[in-house]
C-alpha cells in the first residue's frame, strides 16, 4: 500500500508562485510513476503533470506548459510540483497520484494511489 500526502498549497495573488510536495511513504517512491491532478469546483478532477519512475519523461496538459515544472526526488520519497505565474484559473484542489505501472499516463483511471489534496487558490 502506498501513501501519498500532500503540502504546499495556500492562497496567493495572480503572478505568484508555489511549490506543492508530495511525499509517499510504504513503497520507495522510485518504483512509482507520479502525477498532478487538480479539481476546481464545479468541475471534473483533470490531468495536470506526470512524470515517469526516472524522470527521463515529463508531460503537461496545455493550460500550464511553460508555467508548471513536475520534479521528484527519489531519495526524499517526495514529488513536486513548481508552479510560476499563477493565474486565478489555476485555483483548485490539487492531488497527488502515483501507480507502480511505468507507463501510466495521463488518465485519472491510470493512478491507483492519490492523496488527500491540498488547496491552491489564487486571486485576481
Known amino acids: 500500500q502506498v501513501q501519498l500526502v500532500e503540502s504546499g498549497g495556500g492562497l496567493v495573488q495572480a503572478g505568484d508562485s508555489l511549490r506543492l510536495s508530495c511525499a509517499a511513504s510504504?513503497?520507495?517512491?522510485?518504483?512509482?510513476?507520479m502525477a498532478w491532478f487538480r479539481q476546481a469546483p464545479g468541475k471534473e478532477r483533470e490531468f495536470v503533470a506526470r512524470?515517469?519512475?526516472?524522470?527521463?519523461?515529463?508531460e503537461y496538459t496545455n493550460s500550464v506548459e511553460g508555467r508548471f515544472t513536475i520534479s521528484r526526488d527519489n531519495a526524499k520519497n517526495t514529488a513536486y510540483l513548481q508552479m510560476n505565474s499563477l493565474k486565478p484559473e489555476d485555483t483548485a484542489v490539487y492531488y497527488c497520484?502515483?501507480?507502480?505501472?511505468?507507463?501510466?499516463?495521463?488518465?485519472?483511471?491510470?493512478?491507483?494511489?492519490w492523496g488527500q489534496g491540498t488547496q491552491v487558490t489564487v486571486s485576481s
Open positions: 512524470i515517469s519512475r526516472t524522470s527521463d519523461t515529463t
Open positions: 510504504g513503497r520507495v517512491v522510485s518504483s512509482l510513476s
Open positions: 497520484a502515483a501507480d507502480r505501472d511505468p507507463y501510466a499516463g495521463a488518465k485519472i483511471t491510470s493512478y491507483n494511489y
